[in-house]
C-alpha cells in the first residue's frame, strides 16, 4: 500500500487506541534534560538530540536482552512522584497529539522505589499523572502494573497485592515483562493466582523472545486475558487455534518487534495473516522513545511493509476498543467515534 496524502490524513484522523505502551519506554528526552538539571545529574550530552542514542535503540539491536538493556539510563529519572506523574503526564500529552483516545499505560512499579518511593507511592503517582492527562487532553486511560521477571518472588508479590489495592481506582490489569527467554512463564503460576481470584485482568508479554509454548502456558497456566506481542504464535497451529477460540486479544507492537528480532523482518512479520485468520490484533508502540515510534508510524509501516489496507487498520483499532480493560460503556461510546468518524472518512468499519 501506498501510503499518499490522502492515506496519510485518514491516519491522522483516525481515533485512536494504545493497549501496549510502557511509561518508563517513552520518557521525552527534554524531560530528562529537565530533571536532570534539577536534580543535579550530569548527563553525558546537554541536548535532546544528543540524548537520543541513550534512550534508543538501533536496527542494530540484536536481542530483547539488548533492548532492555536501555531502560536503565531513564529509570534513574523517576524514583520520585512528582517525575513519575510528570512522565505519566506528558505520555498523555503525547497520545493526545497523534489523536489517541484510548490509552494503557504499563510499568513496574518496583523499578522506582530505588530512593525511598513504596509501591503504592509509584502506582498513585502514575495514576495522578494519567488522570491529570485524561482531564486535560480528552484521552481517556488506564494503569497496568507490571511485575518483572527476574525480580524475586516475594517482591512480585507485593507488587501483586499493590496492583490489587487499586482496582476499581485505575490500576486495570496486571503483567509480566523482561527477559522472557531467561524467565519462562511457567515460573509464574502461582503469582498471578491472586489476581485471578480478584478478577484483575491479567496480560502476560509472550511469544516475543520466546515460542508458542510460553503463549499457551501463560493462557492455561497464568490466566491470560490479553498476550503482550504474541509474534511467534505461528510456530504451533495448535496454540494458535486455541488463542483464536478463546478471542483472546494480541498486543502487536511491529516497530519493537523488529528491533528485539522477534521475528527477521518484515517479510516474516504475521501481523497482517493473523488478522486475516481472525485473530483479534491489536498494533501498540510498546516504547514511544526506545523504539522511537508512535501510533501513526506503526500504521504506515504496516501499510507500506506488510500492505495493510486503511479498512484493516481501522479493525485493529476496533480490536483494541473491543480489548480494552474498560468499562463495557466506556468502551462502547469509544466505538461509537471511531465509527462516526470512519463513516465520515468513508473508511468501511
Ligand atoms: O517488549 C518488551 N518486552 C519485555 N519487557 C519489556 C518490553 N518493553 C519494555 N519492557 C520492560 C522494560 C521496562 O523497564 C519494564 C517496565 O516498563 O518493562
Ligand atoms: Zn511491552
Not at 536482552?65 to 510528570?86: G, N, W
Not at 503504592?120 to 494519567?130: F, Q, S, V
Not at 487498520?313 to 462516526?340: C, G, H, M, V, Y
Request: aromatic share 6%.
Amino acid at each position: 500500500m501506498v501510503v499518499n496524502d490522502t492515506v496519510k490524513h485518514q491516519l491522522a484522523a483516525l481515533p485512536k487506541a494504545d493497549l501496549h505502551v510502557h511509561l518508563d519506554g517513552s520518557v521525552k528526552p527534554e524531560t530528562v534534560l529537565d530533571l536532570a538539571a534539577r536534580k543535579g545529574i550530569q548527563l553525558p550530552a546537554n541536548t535532546a538530540e544528543g540524548l537520543l542514542p541513550y534512550m534508543q535503540v538501533t536496527d542494530e539491536c540484536e536481542s530483547l536482552v539488548e533492548y532492555l538493556s536501555k531502560f536503565q539510563f531513564v529509570l534513574r529519572f523517576m524514583q520520585d512522584a512528582e517525575s513519575i506523574e510528570r512522565i505519566a503526564f506528558e505520555l498523555i500529552e503525547q497520545a493526545a497529539a497523534e489523536n489517541v483516545i484510548y490509552m494503557e499505560v504499563r510499568f513496574g512499579p518496583h523499578l522506582h522505589t530505588s530512593e525511598g518511593l513504596t509501591h503504592d507511592d509509584a502506582i498513585a503517582a502514575a495514576l495522578r499523572g494519567l488522570k491529570r492527562g485524561e482531564e486535560r487532553f480528552g484521552v481517556a486511560t488506564g494503569l497496568i502494573v507490571i511485575c518483572m521477571r527476574h525480580e524475586p518472588e516475594t517482591v512480585n508479590r507485593e507488587v501483586i497485592a499493590a496492583a490489587l489495592r487499586f482496582q476499581g481506582q485505575g490500576v486495570v490489569a496486571v503483567d509480566l515483562a523482561g527477559d522472557e527467554a531467561g524467565y519462562p512463564a511457567a515460573l509464574f503460576h502461582e503469582l498471578f493466582r491472586p489476581a485471578r481470584e480478584s478478577g484483575m485482568p491479567v496480560t502476560i508479554h509472550a511469544g516475543e523472545a520466546a515460542g508458542a509454548a510460553n503463549i499457551e502456558e501463560a493462557v492455561t497456566g497464568l490466566g491470560a486475558w490479553r498476550l503482550g506481542h504474541g509474534v511467534r504464535l505461528k510456530e504451533d497451529g495448535r496454540v494458535l487455534a486455541l488463542v483464536r477460540e478463546r478471542g483472546i486479544p494480541l498486543e502487536m507492537c511491529p516497530l519493537s518487534n523488529m528491533q528485539t528480532k522477534a521475528v527477521p523482518g518484515w517479510a516474516s512479520y504475521p501481523l497482517r495473516d493473523y488478522l486475516r485468520q481472525g485473530l483479534k490484533v491489536t498494533v501498540n508502540t510498546d516504547n514511544r522513545t526506545v523504539s522511537d515510534t508512535t501510533m501513526t508510524k506503526e500504521y504506515a509501516m504496516l501499510m507500506a511493509q506488510c500492505g495493510l489496507t486503511v479498512e484493516e487498520i481501522a479493525a485493529t483499532i476496533r480490536n483494541s476498543l473491543d480489548a480494552a480493560f474498560a468499562e463495557p460503556s466506556k468502551r462502547e461510546a469509544l466505538k461509537a467515534r471511531l465509527q462516526s468518524v470512519c463513516e465520515e472518512l468513508g473508511i468501511a468499519l
